[in-house]
Nanobody
Framework: QVQLVESGGGLVQAGGSLRISCAVSESVFNFNRVDWYRQAPGKERELVAG??????RIYDDFVKDRFTCSTENANTMFLQMNNLKPEDSGVYYCNAVLLSRSYWGQGTQVTVSS
């Protein structure tokens, strides 16, 4: 059973930084993709950043140049978030996909105050 556990969320002021992590029960490189999503209250979950086969990173235009997705070891994916904006607030989820199966973590709350 694949498990993903997010951590590191919290409250930060606008312009500040935060690093959140996703611990995966197996290597992130075993999956077709591993992504970060976020969901703000009343809004749909949206893709923020992710890792593709071969190590390619992808980013939503709104976070490009501010967020960095990394894997410092095979079982953990990080999201370094700099110059945070109030619009970045939400629950951040880690998602791993292998063929037709999709796995989600429980999420970690990020709140950016203005």
């Amino acid at each position: 059973q694949v498990q993903l556990v997010e951590s590191g969320g919290g409250l930060v002021q606008a312009g500040g930084s935060l690093r959140i992590s996703c611990a995966v029960s197996e290597s992130v490189f075993n999956f077709n993709r591993v992504d970060w999503y976020r969901q703000a209250p009343g809004k749909e979950r949206e893709l923020v950043a992710g890792v593709r086969p071969g190590g390619t990173r992808i980013y939503d235009d709104f976070v490009k140049d501010r967020f960095t997705c990394s894997t410092e070891n095979a079982n953990t994916m990080f999201l370094q978030m700099n110059n945070l904006k109030p619009e970045d607030s939400g629950v951040y989820y880690c998602n791993a996909v292998l063929l037709s199966r999709s796995y989600w973590g429980q999420g970690t709350q990020v709140t950016v105050s203005s």
